[in-house]
C-alpha cells in the first residue's frame, strides 16, 4: 500500500476482524499474522509517512492498522533509542524514565484506533485509559521527586549488577534485557485493553461487572501504592537530612531501613500493590475474552520480574543493613500479613 492509496481506503481495522468469527481472534496467532501481515507491507511506515503529511491521511492510515502491531512496532523503535542512550550516557535506567509514561501512551492509542472504528466512545477503553493515566501522573512525580529523571540519575542496582558481573556482560544484559525486555513488557501490561479492540461486535459497547470490579480493585490497590511510597520516601528523606547534620539517630534511622506503618506488615508493600494494579488491569480483558486469554502474560511476567529485582535488592539490603536479615525473617514479602516484628515507634523514634 502506498500513500496515494490511502484515498480509496474506506474500510477500517474493524472492517477487517469482523470477516473473522470472534472465537478466532482471541488467539495469539491471530494476532501475530495481524502484526506479520502489518510488517510486511510496511504498513507502519505509511502512517508515519500520511502523520507527516495530513491529519486527514493519518486518520486514514491509524483507522486501518492493527493498533497492538502499530504499539509494537512503536516498541522496537522506542528500544533502539533507550538502548543507544543508554550505552553513550553509561546510564542503564532510560527505560525506568519511560516506566511511568508509555503505558499511559498505550492505552489512550488502544482507546483513540477503537474512536475511529466504532464511532463512539467504548467505556470500558475510557475508563481503563482515564485510570492507567491516573496511576501513571502519581507514579510519575513520585519518580521525579527522588530525582530520577536528573541526567545522571541511575537505579542503584545496575552499577552494582555491573561490578558483580562485569562490564561485557552488563553490556550483553542491556542489549537483551534492560532495553528491549522491559520496553516489550510494558505494552504487554496495557495489552489487555486491546482485547476490547480485537473481539469488536456491532452491539452496543458497555461496561460489563468485570470492568467495576477492575476499577475497585485498581483504586484500593493504588491507595496502598502511594501510602507506602509516601511512608518510604518521608523516611528516606528524614533519614539523609539526619545523616547530613550529622545527628544522633535510633530506631530505623539508626538501622537504615523502614519497618513501620504499611512496611511492618509487608517488606515491599509498594512492590505488591504495583503488581496487584496490573493484575486488576487484566480484568479489564475478561468482559471481552473470558477469565484466560494471552494477555495475561503481561501482569504474569511482571509478577516475575517482580520477584528477581526484589531477590537482588534485598540482598544489596542484607549486605548493607545488619539487622535486615532478622527483618526478613518476621516480616513478609509482598503480601500484608501478621508480622512478629515489634511494635515501636520506629522510623520516628529519633533524637533531635
Not at 198 to 226: G, K
Not at 333 to 340: E, K, L, M, N, V
Request: hydrophobic share 45%; charged share 15%.
Amino acid at each position: 500500500m502506498t500513500l496515494a492509496d490511502l484515498k480509496n481506503i474506506s474500510s477500517g481495522f474493524y472492517d477487517l476482524l469482523v470477516q473473522t468469527p470472534l472465537v478466532d481472534r482471541l488467539h495469539w496467532h491471530y494476532t501475530w499474522n495481524l502484526f506479520a501481515s502489518h510488517f510486511a507491507n510496511n504498513d507502519g511506515l505509511l502512517c508515519l509517512h500520511a502523520w507527516v503529511s495530513s491529519c486527514d491521511a493519518f486518520k486514514l492510515a491509524y483507522r486501518h492498522n492493527d493498533p497492538f502491531s502499530e504499539a509494537l512496532l512503536f516498541v522496537g523503535a522506542i528500544t533502539v533509542i533507550h538502548y543507544l542512550v543508554s550505552v553513550v550516557t553509561n546510564n542503564y535506567s532510560q527505560v525506568d524514565k519511560a516506566w511511568s509514561i508509555l503505558p499511559m501512551v498505550y492505552a489512550w492509542h488502544f482507546f483513540y484506533n477503537d474512536y475511529l472504528n466504532r464511532g463512539t466512545i467504548h467505556p470500558r477503553l475510557l475508563l481503563a485509559a482515564l485510570l492507567i493515566t491516573l496511576w501513571g501522573f502519581r507514579l510519575t512525580w513520585n519518580f521525579a521527586r527522588k530525582g530520577g529523571y536528573e541526567w545522571k540519575g541511575q537505579d542503584y542496582r545496575y552499577p552494582y549488577i555491573k561490578q558483580k558481573i562485569g562490564p561485557v556482560a552488563m553490556g550483553l544484559l542491556n542489549l537483551t534485557v534492560i532495553a528491549p525486555f522491559q520496553d516489550t513488557l510494558l505494552l504487554l501490561m496495557v495489552s489487555p485493553l486491546y482485547m476490547t479492540n480485537l473481539t469488536f461486535t456491532t452491539d452496543e459497547a458497555s461496561l460489563h461487572r468485570t470492568d467495576l470490579l477492575a476499577a475497585a480493585l485498581f483504586f484500593s490497590f493504588l491507595v496502598i501504592e502511594m501510602t507506602a511510597d509516601e511512608q518510604q520516601y518521608r523516611f528516606q528523606t528524614e533519614k539523609h537530612v539526619l545523616i547530613k547534620l550529622q545527628h544522633q539517630r535510633s530506631g530505623d534511622y539508626q538501622r537504615g531501613f523502614l519497618t513501620s506503618g504499611l512496611f511492618r506488615v509487608s517488606r515491599h508493600a509498594n512492590f505488591f500493590a504495583e503488581m496487584c494494579i496490573w493484575w486488576s488491569i487484566y480484568l479489564f480483558s475478561v468482559g471481552s475474552a473470558g477469565w484466560l486469554n494471552w494477555t495475561i502474560i503481561g501482569p504474569f511476567t511482571l509478577t516475575l520480574l517482580f520477584q528477581g529485582s526484589t531477590w537482588l535488592t534485598e540482598l544489596i539490603s542484607s549486605e548493607k543493613y545488619p539487622d535486615y536479615k532478622k527483618y526478613q525473617q518476621s516480616v513478609n514479602r509482598f503480601i500484608p500479613w501478621y508480622s512478629t516484628w515489634p511494635v515501636q515507634d520506629g522510623a520516628h523514634d529519633k533524637d533531635d
